[in-house]
């Protein structure tokens, strides 16, 4: 069981736009920013989100990440093929001293 | 560029020991807090260990405070996670991670991490 909740998974047709969604709590979320990773499949993750809504250079500006009390989310418009990967929020946790996942939510594109 | 380099997995019994290394290079290793991170098989990420600039400050994760130990050595650019008392759970991909500056604010890189399988 995940400390930070997400749906196992979500789906989409190319060009459409597609939210995943993560729940903490005050001690995570509340307190501290959310980053998003992008796992496509047999490879490492890779930072795509961080600081709740920045992009690292060379993510394009079709991901986007929001923060609102203790709940992210992460939104990808004009969904494409490639964009199919796992996705995996993260934030710090006071209570726990450490870093806190999500358990993943698995993207089809249809 | 940025490179993490993970080495060190293998298959080994339950009860023992191994240490993983992660070499890095394309960035100044010391001014950066670096993290492991595991992935059992078909599961998601757990974050393991993280490990301050200077070595100074170490967290773990509760499942294995106590058996896993975080070092680096920044003469040599390298990061370690020496595993004891290894149990059938501790079975995952372990990925070595830099974090964007201190221990607390993100991976910014991963490396392709290396399978570490403990099995009798």
Known sequence: QSVLTQPPSASGTPGQRVTISCSGSNSNIGSNAVNWYQQLPGTAPKLLIYSNNERPSGVPDRFSGSKSGTSASLAISGLQSEDEADYYCASWDDSLNGWVFGGGTKLTVL | QVQLVESGGGVVQPGTSLRLSCAASGFKFSSYGMHWVRQAPGKGLEW??????????ENYADSVKGRFTVSRDNSKNTLFLRMNSLRAE??????CAKDGLGIKYYFDYWGQGTLVTVSS
């Open chain 2, 90 to 95: 501790d079975t995952a991909v372990y990925y």
């Open chain 2, 48 to 57: 393991v260990a993280v490990t301050s600039y200077d070595g100074s400050n």
